[in-house]
């Protein structure tokens, strides 16, 4: 199989619709590293699931920088 050092693969979807088994099936299958999404770390998500609305986009951009730094 070729080397795609800097491609990869997100995997967006609600809670519950499957991404870590989807994920985890891919990692298996192509031999990739997979990096999952630190949840538990997400100051914010106990906000969001009170107030989706307020919170959506600070749960976002914790997400987003966290990827950042964990990709870079």
Excluded: W
Excluded at 10 to 30: C, V
Excluded at 44 to 64: G, T
Aim: include cysteine; hydrophobic fraction near 40%.
């Amino acid at each position: 199989m070729p080397s795609f050092p800097h491609n990869f693969i997100a995997i967006e979807g609600n809670i519950g619709a499957g991404k870590t088994t989807l994920s985890k099936m891919i990692e298996e299958d192509f031999g990739c590293r997979l990096i999952l999404e630190q949840f538990t770390d997400n100051p914010f998500l106990p906000f969001f699931y009170e107030n989706p609305e307020r919170y959506a986009f600070p749960v976002e951009l914790f997400f987003m920088t966290d990827r950042k730094s964990t990709t870079s």
